[in-house]
């Protein structure tokens, strides 16, 4: 395939990308295909590369019946296919030597590297308010990555804000290392996402 062919299909699911909130209930999803939505998604960029995301994965019919009080009763959470919880690592300064140690042992980086990023990271990690910002920045760049990823593959999927996230806490046994940060529908959808207005590119951006 050419260099050509890849921007275009890029560009084509970043067009038609759209939040669809009625899907098919009959429509199933494999756990393979999931799996490589999600294992595309552990491609998305964090700082340090500490890969700050958790995901829980809600598919059988059981775990998102479960689910659906905690979404306030939406129905795409049960007519959907699948959803993904995205949770945001709090601790994700644990992740220093999975991270790194692979890369010193390869000779990628020298242990002296190492242990200047594992200082910068610990010392970062004190401040509370950073590890909690860290969290949802960079697992929402992985939570972008399974939309596309997920249209790419022929699906469709909704972002929600809107759940209760100390009820989901308590629900699932999410650790606390871990906070709530969106739930994402998978699954194909019954009719169009309706239409919504974007603003022109000279109203979100300014040029230095």
């Not at 999600?38 to 019946?65: D, G």
């Not at 959803?83 to 692979?102: C, F, K, Q, R, S």
């Not at 209760?164 to 650790?175: H, L, M």
Request: proline share 3%.
């Amino acid at each position: 395939m050419s260099t050509t062919t890849y921007a275009e299909d890029l560009f084509t699911v970043l067009n038609n990308r759209a939040s669809v909130r009625h899907y098919d209930p009959k429509v199933k999803i494999s756990e393979a295909e999931l799996s490589e939505i999600l294992t595309y998604s552990t491609k998305a960029p964090s700082a340090w590369n500490l890969q700050h995301w958790h995901f829980t994965v809600f598919k059988s019919e059981e775990s998102k019946q479960k689910l659906l009080p905690v979404a306030y009763n939406q129905s795409q959470i049960v007519e959907s296919s699948a959803v993904i919880a995205i949770l945001g690592d709090l601790e994700a300064n644990n992740n220093t030597d999975l991270v790194y140690d692979p890369l010193v042992e390869a000779g990628y980086i020298t242990p002296e590297i190492k242990e200047t990023l594992a200082g910068q990271i610990s010392r970062a990690y004190t401040d509370k308010a950073f590890a909690r910002d860290a969290a949802f920045l960079n697992a929402s760049l992985a939570a972008m990555q399974v939309m596309l990823a997920a249209k790419a593959k022929g699906y469709d999927t909704c972002s929600i804000g809107g759940f209760n996230k100390e009820q989901f806490i308590k629900e699932f046994n999410i650790s606390e290392r871990f906070v709530p940060i969106m739930l994402i529908t998978i699954g194909k959808a019954v009719k169009p996402a309706h239409q919504s207005n974007r603003l022109e590119l000279e109203q979100v951006s300014t040029w230095l």
